[in-house]
């Protein structure tokens, strides 16, 4: 009698070339780099911030491996990238104690609670940032009082518009011109440059104020003010392939499309002329975009579930941002679609389980 074909069933698994503590590392890099602009021109509160959130939180996840016998597994550095992400969602001059209590809440209620890397169903940076958010309002607040994307909401209900539908410009009336150089400064040659060399080509100019997003000065979470950066950080991680790259891919085109279409209304513009650059680079787009809705342990694991998280990211991040009261509504958009990757992933193990037996 011939033996019988025995199958050894799995869930699936996202395929990538690099392993889970070579992508916590590379993460943990493209972070540090945003952070440590940042903290180049605020005193390095940011840099102090980023410290006291990196040492909670490894020894927060110590200290619960440790009761297992599983101190060890602190070593893959997962610890250190969730803190790390986490402190780039924060106003750079938010007291440490927040961020300390947020980092310690990330890892021992949404990252332990749940059994660990790979089994929580919300990414650790995202619970910690909500955590704080929800916890002390008027701190959190407090902290981005100053920060062009509150001053734009400010002049906003005031009932300023401008009629290009720029938001810079709006940014630049309310708050006196928070994104103006002065005459000879590196803002106002480049800004020459691009225009002499570039975009006269194309017969258009660089309004004033753009150059300013890539070393902005004032308030403000430090994933905005460390934007040149993190830009540098993500092609890092683009090309290191430690996810899959046509996630923020996917969620950057539907988000620029919408931008683009209807982004320019809420600021007095009309139908089709949106800002792009003010999109992408402020707001934590590329954090959500790379880090955030990329991130693979807190992600679906089949690619039309991976789609799915990125067309949805990129539509909610938009009506959050341009049309409800959160200027950071990258990461509530996400924290909302974190509960139905559960759902998604239950989803995939059917199909992926049906189409074994039919073979």
Partial sequence: ?????????????????????????????????AIFQSS?????????VALCTVLAGVLT???????????????????VASALVLTLLLPNNLHPIYAVMGVVFAMGVVKYSFGGLGSNWMNPALGGWLFIR???????????????????????????SDPTGSPVEILNLVG???????????EQMVQSFLNSWVFSITGSALPAGYIEFFNAPGMGIIADRGVFALLLGTIILTASQVSRVWVPAVYLAVYG???RLFGAIPFGGTLGNGDLFFGFFSGGTLVAAFLLI???????????????????GGGLTFILRYHGAEAYGAFLAIALLNPLVPLIRDMESRRFYENRRNQ
């Fill in 176 to 186: 006196t011109g928070y994104f103006s150089s002065p005459a000879g400064s590196v």
């Fill in 257 to 259: 499309l919408l931008i």
């Fill in 134 to 160: 929800c916890s002390w309002p008027d701190f959190f607040n407090k902290a981005l009082e100053m920060s062009p994307l509150t001053i734009v909401s400010t002049g906003i209900q005031s009932g300023l």
């Fill in 1 to 33: 009698m011939p033996e019988k074909e025995v199958l050894l069933y799995q869930r699936a698994q996202v395929n990538l070339s690099c392993p889970t503590a070579g992508r916590m590392w590379f993460v943990s890099l493209c972070a540090c780099l």
């Fill in 61 to 79: 996840e110590f200290l619960f491996y440790f009761r297992t016998k599983k101190a060890g597994m602190v070593r893959d550095g997962s610890s």
């Fill in 40 to 48: 180049l021109s605020d005193s390095f509160a940011s840099l102090f």
């Fill in 294 to 312: 990329a991130d693979p342990a807190t992600g679906p694991k089949s690619n039309w579930g991976a789609l799915v998280m990125a067309v949805g």
